[in-house]
């Protein structure tokens, strides 16, 4: 069976049971302050199982694209080297919120594996949960007698918390969950050990497929267990193992969800899979990496320097070294398998196709400015080779080799290894640890649990009407950080508090009580559909009625940006075309940046374009169209354009100015008039493909001005007020470029002169015509001079000092090319080792070599010791 079958059949199945069948959320979440990436099939419905959200349906089912990289469930270094773990996977999932508990989950479960896939029931095992003393839970004898209606006794194992307990988290929903397990050993080899002892001891073929979680617990901060009122189903099968059982194969490399790329990685490296060990671990590696790093980019997440950036450039970084180091890939080549991909997944997931180019070319410059930066670490590996004496490399090189050139321990033993050198792996390690120690010191922090103060409250988002409201805390929670300065979190009914979403910053602004005390809100985010309010304290008399206020100046001058940043986008897709996409937003007070797939520079003349663009729709004084909550489908029908990897509801926001339309949740001005003016202030490249504005509106336009002014005064100032300042400039210019060119000349005389004095100088010792003197003059002008020294006399030793400023000194070391081949002279360690007296270094070749320093104070002990390289 084809792997897009074995998907639609799981969907089919589970439409078949009243479930709705929805598209896989993004893969990267945007606005999650809890989690990178989708680790698992239930994080897009965390929402629901707070009870923070009603869902759309009780039942769902889908496909979700998800990605492990750190953390319980997987470690990004162990991908490649067993046969059935990744970095992105797809999880088929099905959900009962509050619907159908565990009897129809099992007896789903049951049915679809051994009636609709047909796998054979005796390789199959099932586990259930044993009980935990420290939880004060018991054994799930619920879900074991449920079980024995389906799989004989001996079949149903019974596990421990560790693997058959399922939590979201530190805190949160979690129950006991059941897995099924698949025995794809031959008959042989089940003959010699029971498939029962294998289960969860990471035997390649006896595996986990799927797990089903009933929710009926939540974790507290204290760690202890509650009841949830309502119990929950959340499944999660690894649809890669699925697909290895039912293609009869031994490995999910094996399966048609991975052999085209094996295919291509064999065509492109001319190396084949499947005969080296070692080669195919790197095969695995890219085959597996280049779909995690592909979905990511078209999810909007370009690799970069931190956060969910920084991991995604981690795992491309990661393949590109193993197909360095053990296929032998010295250019980019992982970017050409972004068109298989495309072509494989393309149907269950249109975004690959969609997003081809940017993955495309995004992959392919980050590969070639990756092999760059290896090619300069190996330069300094040759280095610290070089500099080792006992052919033990110190951990604490090695270690920074893997942090500021991502050279991993691997790659540096490999290389050492070739040139006979080993590594101290114990000081890598422990330097790792120290950084590591570093990291988790920095982020410690403790969040307590809700304190709820009203249970049955909703809360409601008030803030694109008014900015000032009566409201109460129906719950708050205490974070306290181990680096001092603690926080509270609080939740109101109702708020006119904006939080941070969609590019735009969280309100700020205070509550206040009734007796006049204001507790300052610092930050807004949401967290789980939830609006959270950050404060330093907590108000007293909790219980109250505060009136909250947003700073309306932050706030207006944010929407300001925040629709300017809209008319931008209308001006970037009508100058320079529709490929334009949206592929990242800051909107703060401030300034606005966007980001934006775009394959070449936008050249001044279209920026000017752009700009005169943004200001017509500004003097136009559109108003704002805004239609809250209108079917996604009509939107879209009506031309409002929706972000890639962005995920919406079934009702939207459309906010519209004239002919700009975009689905937003943002804040925005009442009139595009409101915005006063805007103003690019650059433009630059992020990324291949895409590139970034910068720009400034309202207030902030007035301040650039302001100082645009004052600086040009102080300029005319400087220059006495000239009637045509340009002018001015440019004849000044003029001047000095002429005068520059006499200087030269005066300097060529001057040197002409020194020429014969200092030939007059020259001592001869040893058949060497030496000297060694202090000079005044400039760099180029020496060089000159040495060599047309050098082309009238034989057997040349010239050392020149200068120094051009108090804290500034030079070497300049010329021999006679002949003297310097046959007497084994060498300029470049002369100056090395002369350099030491003005504190500085060089070097050069054997025949010219200079160094520069800072202490010119140096300059007299350096002519004394020259004389030693002839003598
Ligand atoms: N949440 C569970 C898991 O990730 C089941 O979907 O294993």
Redesign the pocket.
């Known amino acids: 069976m084809k792997s897009q079958e074995i998907r639609s059949k799981f969907l089919d199945f589970y439409n078949s049971k009243q479930h709705l069948i929805v598209p896989s959320a993004p893969m990267v979440l945007k606005n999650d302050p809890t989690l990178m990436f989708t680790?698992?099939?239930?994080a897009p419905f965390k929402e629901y199982f707070l009870g923070n959200a009603a869902p759309k349906s009780t039942r769902i089912a889908d496909s979700q694209k998800?990605l492990r990289v750190s953390g319980k469930?997987n470690d990004l270094e162990e991908v490649g080297y067993d046969t059935y773990h990744h970095t992105m996977f797809e999880?088929l999932?099905n959900w009962s919120f509050g619907d159908y508990f565990k009897k129809e989950a099992i007896a789903w479960a049951w049915e679809l594996l051994t009636e609709v896939y047909k796998i054979p029931k005796d390789i199959l095992y099932v586990t259930v949960f044993e009980g935990d003393k420290e939880d004060g839970t018991s054994m799930d004898t619920e879900a074991y007698d449920l079980w024995k209606a389906h799989i004989s006794e001996d079949r149903i194992l019974k596990g421990n918390k560790k693997d058959n307990f399922?939590e979201?988290g530190d805190q949160g929903p979690c129950g006991p969950?059941s897995e099924i397990h698949v025995d794809i050993r031959s008959a042989e080899e089940k003959a010699k050990i029971d498939g029962k002892s294998l289960v969860n001891e990471d035997h390649p073929q006896v595996v986990e497929i799927w797990?089903?979680?009933f929710m009926q617990y939540n974790r507290k901060a204290s760690g202890a267990l509650e009841e949830l009122p309502a119990k929950h189903i959340?499944?999660?099968?690894g649809f890669e193992r699925l697909c290895m059982v039912l293609q009869n194969v031994q490995s999910n490399y094996d399966t048609d969800v991975f052999t085209p790329l094996i295919r291509e990685i064999e065509t492109i490296s001319g190396v084949a899979y499947g005969n080296n060990e070692k080669i195919d671990v790197a095969i695995r590696v890219i085959a597996d990496h280049v779909r995690a790093v592909a979905f990511a980019i078209a999810d909007g997440q370009l690799p970069s320097n931190n956060g969910a950036g920084y991991v995604i450039r981690r795992i491309l970084r990661r393949a590109i070294r193993y197909g360095f180091t053990f296929l032998n890939q010295k250019d980019p080549f992982i970017f050409k398998l972004a068109e298989t991909l495309s072509h494989q997944m393309g149907d269950a997931f249109p975004e690959i196709k969609k997003q081809f180019t940017l993955v495309h070319n995004v992959i392919k410059e980050e590969e070639a400015s990756f092999l760059r930066t290896l090619d300069q670490g190996l330069l300094l590996l040759d280095k610290v080779i070089e500099e080792t004496k006992d052919k033990e490399i110190a951990g604490k090189k090695a270690f920074e080799l893997y942090d500021t050139y991502g050279f991993p321990l691997d790659l540096t033993q490999l290389i050492a290894r070739e040139k006979g050198y080993t590594v101290n792996e114990d000081e890598f390690a422990s330097e790792m640890e120290k950084q590591k120690n570093r990291s988790r010191s920095a982020s410690a922090s403790e969040t307590g649990d809700w304190i709820i103060l009203d249970d049955n409250s909703t809360e409601e988002f008030i803030g694109y009407d008014t900015l000032k409201s009566d409201i109460k805390v129906t719950r708050y929670r205490k974070v306290t950080s181990k680096k001092g300065g603690d926080q509270y979190q609080l939740v109101f009914n109702k708020t006119p508090f904006y939080p941070e979403g969609g590019g735009q910053v969280g309100d700020k602004g205070y509550i206040e009580t009734n007796n006049g005390d204001v507790i300052h809100v610092l930050d807004t985010k949401k967290e789980n559909n939830v609006i959270i309010h950050f404060t330093k304290n907590l108000p007293k008399n909790i219980e109250d009625t505060f009136t909250a206020v947003v700073n309306e100046e932050y706030r207006n001058l944010s929407a300001s940006n925040h629709t300017a940043t809209h008319l931008l986008h209308q001006a970037l897709r009508t100058i320079l075309g529709t490929h334009v996409e949206q592929k990242g937003s800051l909107v703060n007070p401030d300034y606005l940046r966007f980001d934006f797939s775009h394959f070449s520079k936008v050249e001044a003349d279209q920026l000017e374009e752009i700009e005169a663009f943004v200001n017509a729709r500004i003097k136009e004084n559109l108003p704002l169209i805004e239609k809250r909550a209108i079917p996604m489908q009509q939107a879209i029908e009506e031309g409002a354009i929706a972000l890639f990897g962005e995920k919406y509801g079934d009702d939207v926001r459309a906010i519209k100015f004239g002919k700009s339309m975009e689905l937003c949740g943002g804040t925005h001005v009442q009139q595009t008039g409101d915005i006063w003016y805007f103003k690019i202030k650059s433009e630059g490249a992020v990324a291949a493909g895409i590139r970034r504005i910068e720009a400034i509106t309202n207030v902030a336009v007035g301040n650039y001005f302001e100082e645009v002014e004052k600086n040009y005064t102080e300029v005319k100032q400087l220059l006495k007020n000239p009637k045509d300042l340009i002018k001015s400039v440019s004849n000044l210019q003029d001047e000095n470029t002429a005068l520059k060119k006499q200087v030269e000349q005066l300097l060529k005389d001057k040197a002409k002169n020194m020429k014969g004095e200092l030939k007059n100088q020259l001592q001869e010792i040893n058949g060497v015509n030496y000297l060694a003197t202090k000079v005044d003059l400039d760099p180029n002008s020496i060089k000159n001079l040495l060599f047309e020294l050098g082309g009238e006399v034989d057997n040349l030793f010239v050392l020149f000092a200068t120094a051009p400023t108090k804290e500034k000194a030079m070497l300049t070391c010329y021999i006679s090319k002949d003297l310097a081949n046959e007497r084994g002279y060498d300029a470049g360690k002369v100056v090395r080792e002369l350099g030491k007296f003005i504190h500085g270094g060089g070097g050069g070749q054997n025949f010219f070599a200079t160094a520069g320093g800072k202490n010119p104070g140096g300059i007299p002990k350096v002519l004394d010791k020259a004389k030693e390289y002839i003598s």
């Open positions: 680790n698992s099939g239930m998800c469930h999880m999932g399922w979201m969950c797990n089903l979680v959340d499944t999660g099968m």
